[in-house]
C-alpha cells in the first residue's frame, strides 16, 4: 500500500468522502476484473463491486493492515460476486461434479499432442471453447481458480475467504484445470 | 519417490501446498525426466488458455458510474456520524428527547435515592421504578424497530421502504438513546442487542429511493440469517410480557 493509499484509507475512515472516492478510482477496475471473472457477467460484476465498495465503506473501521488494503478489498468483492451468483441462480452452472474426463492424470494426454499452424489459425475457436469451459466450472472452482491463478491468492487465503479446508480448495483448483483442459479437447 | 500426479504439477506450478522436499522433489525430476517436463509444458499451455483470455473491461466512464451510485448511500452515514453529533439537539428527534428525559429522571430517583436514603426498600423500589421506564419505553422502540423491518423485507417495490426512511433515521437515535440508558442501568445486554440493530437501521435509513431489488433482497437474507424479527420479538416480549 502506497503512502498516499494509507492516508486516503485513513480520511475516508474518518469519513471523508473524497479520500473515499479516490480509493473507488484506484481500485475499481481491479475489483471488476475480479468479479467478471468469478460471475462470467457484466451487469453482475457491476453490482458487485458497488456492493463491495460499499461494505468496504461500512467495515472501514475493521481494516486492520494486516494484508493490504488491495487484498482486503479483493476479498470483499469476491464475496460480493458470489453473493451476486446466488442471487441470480439461474447463472450458476448445474455442472459441480468431475470433469467427464476425470482420470487423475489428464496431462501424458496433452504432451504427445503438439502445437502446430492449425491450432494458432484456430485461436479464436479455442478462445470460445475456453469461455465454455470457463461457463462450465461452479461458481466455487472458478472462484477458487481465479483466486489462485489470476489474482496470486494462496490457497490459505482462498481456503478462508471461501470457507473451505486447503484440501477442498486444492480439489476445487483441480477440477477448475481439468475443465479448462476441455478446451482444447476438440483440436486434437 | 512417489510417482509425481498432475495435481501435484498445478500444486507445484503455483509454488503453493506442496512442502519444501515435496517442492526439491518435483524440481529435481523435472530436472531429469523429459517426460515429466511435457507433462508440465502441457500444463502450462493449459494455464495459459486462461491467460489468453481478454481481460474483462468495464466501459470508460464506469468509476463516474459508480460513484453515482455510491455517493448516495455513504454520504448520510458520513453526515449522520460526523457532521452530526448524536446528542444534538436539532436532529434528535421530539419523541426520543422526551423518552430521555423520563428515562434520565427515572435512573435520576434510583441514584438519588440510593445516595440520599439508608432505606433499602426505596433504594430498591426507586431502581425497580427506573428499571420498568427503560424497559417500557425500549419495549415501545422494539415494536417501532420490528414494524419498520417487517414493512421493508415484504416490501417489493421502492415506495414503502421510501416512506419508512425518516422513521429510520428517527429510530437510529432512540435506539443510541436507550443503548446508552440501559448501559448506564447495568443493562450490558440490553444495550449489546441495541446497538447490534443499529447497522440495520442505518441500512433502512440510507435505502436508495426508489429501493432497488438488489438492497431489499441483500437485507431480507440478512434478516433470515441472524433470525433478526425473531430476536426483536423475544427480547421485546421479555421487556413487556403482557403486550406479547
Known amino acids: 500500500m502506497t503512502e498516499a493509499e494509507e492516508r486516503w484509507v485513513e480520511r475516508a475512515r474518518q469519513g471523508d468522502q473524497l479520500a473515499f472516492r479516490r480509493l473507488v478510482e484506484a481500485h475499481a477496475r481491479a475489483l471488476y476484473t475480479l468479479c467478471a471473472r468469478i460471475t462470467r457477467d457484466s451487469a453482475m460484476a457491476e453490482d458487485a463491486v458497488q456492493e463491495a465498495l460499499f461494505n468496504a465503506y461500512r467495515h472501514l473501521a475493521e481494516f486492520d493492515g494486516r494484508a493490504s488494503f488491495k487484498t482486503w478489498l479483493h476479498r470483499i468483492a469476491v464475496n460480493a460476486a458470489l453473493e451476486q451468483l446466488r442471487r441470480n441462480s439461474r447463472h450458476q452452472t448445474a455442472d459441480t461434479g468431475a470433469d467427464s474426463d476425470d482420470s487423475e492424470d489428464f496431462l501424458a494426454q496433452r504432451a504427445d499432442d503438439t502445437p502446430g499452424p492449425d491450432r494458432h489459425a484456430r485461436g479464436e475457436e479455442i478462445r470460445r ?38 484440501n477442498a480448495c486444492k480439489q476445487a483448483i483441480f477440477r477448475a484445470v481439468r475443465k479448462l483442459r476441455g478446451a482444447l479437447e476438440p483440436l486434437r | 519417490m512417489a510417482p509425481i500426479r498432475d495435481d501435484e504439477l498445478i500444486l507445484h506450478h503455483y509454488r503453493d501446498g506442496l512442502d519444501g522436499e515435496r517442492l526439491a522433489e518435483i524440481d529435481a525430476a523435472l530436472a531429469a525426466s523429459a517426460e515429466l517436463r511435457a507433462r508440465r509444458d502441457a500444463l502450462v499451455e493449459v494455464l495459459a488458455l486462461a491467460d489468453d483470455m481478454p481481460e474483462p473491461a468495464p466501459s470508460a466512464d464506469f468509476e463516474r458510474r459508480l460513484w453515482q451510485q455510491l455517493e448516495p448511500r455513504i454520504a448520510p452515514k458520513r453526515k449522520r456520524d460526523r457532521a452530526r453529533a448524536w ?14 428525559f423520563a ?23 426507586a431502581d425497580a421504578l427506573a428499571s420498568r421506564v427503560l424497559d417500557a419505553y425500549v419495549a415501545e422502540h422494539l415494536r417501532a424497530t420490528e414494524g419498520l423491518i417487517l414493512t421493508a423485507v415484504n416490501s417489493d417495490a421502492g415506495e414503502p421502504i421510501a416512506g419508512n426512511r425518516e422513521l429510520a433515521s428517527s429510530l437510529i437515535d432512540s435506539n443510541r438513546l436507550y443503548a446508552l440508558a440501559a448501559r448506564r442501568a447495568g443493562n450490558a445486554r440490553l444495550a ?5 440493530l443499529e447497522p440495520v437501521l442505518l ?23 441472524t433470525d ?3 430476536q426483536v420479538r423475544a427480547v421485546e416480549s421479555k421487556l413487556d410480557p403482557r403486550r406479547t
Open chain 2, 228 to 230: 433478526l424479527l425473531f
Open chain 2, 103 to 125: 428515562l434520565v429522571l427515572a435512573l435520576g430517583i434510583g441514584f438519588f435515592a440510593g445516595r440520599h436514603s439508608v432505606d433499602e426498600t426505596q433504594q430498591a423500589n
Open chain 2, 192 to 196: 449489546d442487542f441495541l446497538r447490534q
Open chain 2, 203 to 225: 441500512e433502512l435509513a440510507n435505502q436508495p429511493v426508489p429501493s432497488n431489488v438488489q438492497s431489499t433482497e441483500g437485507l431480507r437474507d440478512y434478516v433470515r440469517k
Open chain 1, 129 to 166: 471453447r475456453t469461455e465454455e469451459q470457463l461457463s462450465r466450472m461452479s461458481a466455487l472452482e472458478r472462484t477458487a481458480f481465479v483466486m489462485r491463478h489470476h489474482e496470486g491468492q494462496s490457497l490459505e487465503d482462498i481456503s478462508a475467504v471461501l470457507s473451505l479446508n486447503t
Open chain 2, 87 to 100: 446528542w444534538s439537539f436539532d436532529f434528535v428527534p421530539r419523541a426520543a428527547w422526551v423518552g430521555a
